[in-house]
C-alpha cells in the first residue's frame, strides 16, 4: 500500500506568494493531521481532521493559513500570502484509531522556502 | 512548562551501549504515549508505543513507563551507528485526539 503522499515535496516562492500545499491520507485512515518543523521550534500541530471534519485548528498561526479536506482522500493547506518566517517542513500524517492507539503515519513533507 | 519534554541532547554513546532517551509530560490524564525515530532530512516512523505501567520490548527496543511520576523512557540495547536520528516522545492527551510530541532528543552512536 502507498503511504501518505505529499505533494509539491520542495517549494520555492517568494513573498506574498499563495501556496498550497497537498496531501493524499492512507486509504481507509480516517484521522488527519498538517504540521510544521523548524529547528527552533520543533513539531508544531497545525490542524487536525477527523472524517474530513476540522477538529482542532488551534495551532493555525494566522489567517493566513488555510485547511481544507473536501474528501476522505485529499487535503490542502493554504498559505496567502506567504511571508519568509512560513519557511519551514510540512508534514501530514493520517490515522487510524484502534488497538495501535492512533498511531500516525508521516509523509514526506514538504520543503518551503520563502524568499 | 511544555507540555511533552525532552533533553534535546546531543546524547553520544559508543557503538554497543544502552542508550537511555527520557520524556516527561504535563497532562496526567494521557493514556497513549509513542516514541518517533526521525533521520535528518526524513520523516518522523512510529518506533513503539505504550499504553500501560512498566516495561515494553521490542527487539533492541524498550519502553518504559510510570504514569505516577509522568514519565517514559526508550532504552536501546547494542546501539548502532544507524540508531544515530532524532528521538520525538509523543503523548495523546486527555480527550485523545490530540497528538503532542516533545522537541525531540539527538542520539549520535559512535563506531
Known amino acids: 500500500d502507498a503511504g501518505v503522499i505529499q505533494s509539491p515535496r520542495h517549494e520555492v516562492t517568494e513573498m506574498g506568494q499563495e501556496v498550497t500545499l497537498r496531501c493524499k491520507p492512507i486509504s481507509g485512515h480516517n484521522s488527519l493531521f498538517w504540521y510544521r518543523q523548524t529547528m527552533m521550534r520543533g513539531l508544531e500541530l497545525l490542524i487536525y481532521f477527523n472524517n474530513n471534519v476540522p477538529i482542532d485548528d488551534s495551532g493555525m498561526p494566522e489567517d493566513r493559513f488555510s485547511a481544507k479536506m473536501p474528501n476522505a482522500s485529499f487535503s490542502t493547506l493554504k498559505i496567502q500570502p506567504s511571508e519568509p518566517r512560513d519557511s519551514a517542513v510540512y508534514f501530514c500524517a493520517s490515522s487510524s484509531p484502534g488497538t495501535s492507539g492512533s498511531v500516525q503515519f508521516f509523509g514526506p513533507g514538504t520543503r518551503l522556502t520563502v524568499l | 512548562q511544555k507540555e511533552v519534554e525532552q533533553n534535546s541532547g546531543p546524547l553520544s554513546v559508543p557503538e554497543g551501549a544502552i542508550a537511555s532517551l527520557n520524556c516527561t509530560y504535563s497532562d496526567r490524564g494521557s493514556q497513549s504515549f509513542f516514541w518517533y525515530r526521525q533521520y535528518s532530512g526524513k520523516s518522523p516512523e512510529l518506533i513503539m508505543f505504550i499504553y500501560s505501567n512498566g516495561d515494553k520490548e521490542d527487539g533492541r527496543f524498550t519502553a518504559q513507563l510510570n504514569k505516577a511520576s509522568q514519565y517514559v523512557s526508550l532504552l536501546i540495547r547494542d546501539s548502532q551507528p544507524s540508531d544515530s536520528a532524532t528521538y520525538l516522545c509523543?503523548?495523546?492527551?486527555?480527550?485523545?485526539?490530540?497528538?503532542?510530541f516533545g522537541a525531540g532528543t539527538r542520539l549520535f552512536v559512535k563506531a
Open positions: 509523543a503523548v495523546i492527551n486527555t480527550g485523545g485526539f490530540k497528538t503532542i
